[in-house]
Every structure is written in structure tokens, then in C-alpha cells.
């Protein structure tokens, strides 16, 4: 048996005819492999021996399944609009390479130190969309991909870079005043960590606390982080501003406050930090307390410290603002039982740990696993049996006795 066939690849002009010869006249199927994605074909048969071939068969026309796109849009471009927006658009994926019916678009992106996310395009007809909430003056690196039903296709390549526009600086970091005297303090910083551009000065303003009072300021290169006040007021809290500038002008100032005195010290634990019911969570704690004396140095932040089920201690990474007085746990287990305690910082060094907290236990949640392996097998002609694996009795969080499974067919 002697079998043409005939192809067409959709918005292409051209056919191209392949032949193939099966030397077996019993067989009544063939299968064509090494076909494109998602491509209509024609396929014709005829019958032959050594004394010719017959009519062809009609043909039949049949089309392949869809898969996920080969490549990536083409003409991909990111454009900076502004210090937290980049416009990006695209054009069309290579007709060869769609392989099914282009339902909609995901834009990655994302840069040094941030993750990468990306924003869904549903629909064929858009091809372009304006990155929003960006970090200011950060470079990008964004990737376009089209999907179809099947799947995601390629990502769009090479990825495109673009910096984000500059902006005003963040406040300075790490502000503290390692050296203080009667008459003197010397203040010391670090850039911000929002620095949203090239850092072209700092200014420092510092004035006695007190109602109309003079104001002196003075201006520093990018490369000067430290400066020292002199000619203060003994025994008295004067207000220091440190603020950096870019291109686009002077950012936001970190405010601290500094007590003129010879004497200072560590300052004095905070009390044990407080819980009410009513601050209690699956997954997060609330608690208070009151402050020690800061040992003429004013805080610079709290540093609070958890145990769970009555384990080892561990630092929360984030530090607490000295001004508040509450703060809120998060990331916690549900039905877990915690302790915590925390200390102050000043400039002198940090205090002892406050007394730990009653041992609170957090509110039960619902299951945070899914379940896994689950298999169906036939028994009888109405019969399935459902197996899974049971998840652990912790996962439950807190409500096993209670707990089940659900099992939902249709």
C-alpha cells in the first residue's frame, strides 16, 4: 500500500507532500508521527502493486492536538515611566511556534534582591500593560511568555532590562550616637536602604528641644557619614535630622533625639510583655509592656524573642520601632503554645531580657496541608475504592478530634 500525505500549516501559503510506502496489504491503520503541534494536515491513501497504483481516496482532513507555545513573544520592549512603573509590550508569537490557540499572556519580572513575580494578560488582543509598585531606581529584568489551554509556553528571550526612574531618597539607616559628652555628640549613619538614586549629599540639623530654639544645619558629601555637634547645652535633649539628597532633590529625615550627659548606660529591661485573650490568633500574637529607663541614651529599638512549646529562644529578625509599646507576632503555628520576651537598645548597648511572657497558646485553624496520593481503583460495576495518605495529626492544627475528610465525586 502506498500512502501520500499532504500538510498545511495554518497562515502558510505553502504545502509540502510527504510519501510513504507500506509494504504490508493487510494492514488497515498507520500511525504518522513527527507531526507539528496543533496543525492541519491532508491525508490521502492509495492501493498499488507492480502493475500501478489505483484512484486516490478521498481526503480526509484532521487536525493535531494543541500543546504550550514553542517561544516567546516577539518585539518584547520595557520602558521606564516612572520611579515605580515600566511600561512593557510585545508583539505576536511566530505562527509556527503558537502550537494551539493563544488564550492570554504572563509578564515576569523582577530584579536584584526581589523576587520574581509576574502579571496575567488574559485574552489575545492586548500587548502591552504597565508594571506597577516597583522599587525606585532598581534595574529589571522582564520576560514575556503566551499560553494556551495546555500550558505556559516559552519564556520570551533575551529578557529585557530597565531601570526604574530615580526618585528621593529613603531615610538614613542605622543613625546612632556612639560619642556624647556635657558639650558634644557625634552622630554616625549609614545610606539609606531606599537610596532611589546616586546619593549626592546628606545634611545634618540639630537643635535644642525646646520652644524656639535656633536650628544649625550644616551640609556633608555623600562620603562623610559622621559629624559631631559641639558648644551644646550640658544635661539637656537636642533633636538631630539626617537627610540624604539625589537628583531629584532632599528625601525624608530620620528624626532621633540624644541626651547631652557624661553618664549614660544600658538602659533598664522592659516589663514582661502582657497578653489579653483577646489578641490571640491562629497565627499571630499581640502583646504590650512598659519600658525601662533609658539610661539618658534614647531607645533605638526592641528586639523581641519567642520560644515554642517551650523549646529554645528565637529572635524575630524585624526590630521594633522604640516609640511603640505593642507588637504583633506573625508566622506562627496554630494551636502552638509560645512564651516571648524582648530587651531595649540605645546607643550603649542592649538591655537585659525582660521576664518571658505566660505561655499563651494560639487559636486552632483549619488543615494546612493537602492530601496527598490519592488513588481510585474499581471494585465491582458501582463500586470505587479511595485511598489516600492521612496527613499528620499536627496539620490538623489543633482540631484531630474533630477533624475528617471530605471526599467530593461527579
Known sequence: MFI???????GESKSTLHSLSIEDPTRNSFIL????????????????NDLGSSEPSPVVVARTREAEPGA????????????????VKWGEVEPKERNGIIEGFKVYYGAKGVPFKFKHIEGNATRQT???????????????????????????SPPRQERTFEDVPGRPSNVSFPDVSFTTARVIWDVPQEPNGQIKKYRVSYRLQREGSKNFTTELLPTDRTFRAVNLEPMEYYEFEITAQTNLGWGYAAKNLVFTTNNREIPQPPSAPQISPSQVQSREITFSWNPGRDGYAPFRHYLVQLSENGGGWQTVPEPVDPAQTSYTVQGLRPYTEYKFRLQAVNDIGPSGWSRESNATKTLAAAPSVPVENVKVTPITRTNVKVEWSPINREDFNGDSQTGGYVIEYR
Open 33 to 48: 508521527d513527527g507531526l507539528e503541534e496543533f496543525t492541519v494536515y491532508e491525508v490521502l491513501l492509495q492501493a498499488y
Open 4 to 10: 501520500p500525505y499532504l500538510f498545511r500549516i495554518k
Open 72 to 87: 516567546g513573544p516577539v518585539g518584547v520592549t520595557a520602558e521606564a515611566t516612572s520611579s515605580t512603573t515600566i511600561l
Open 130 to 156: 504597565t508594571l506597577t509598585e516597583l522599587r525606585k531606581y532598581t534595574k529589571y529584568a522582564v520576560q514575556v511568555l503566551a499560553y494556551t489551554r495546555v500550558g505556559d509556553g516559552a519564556l520570551s
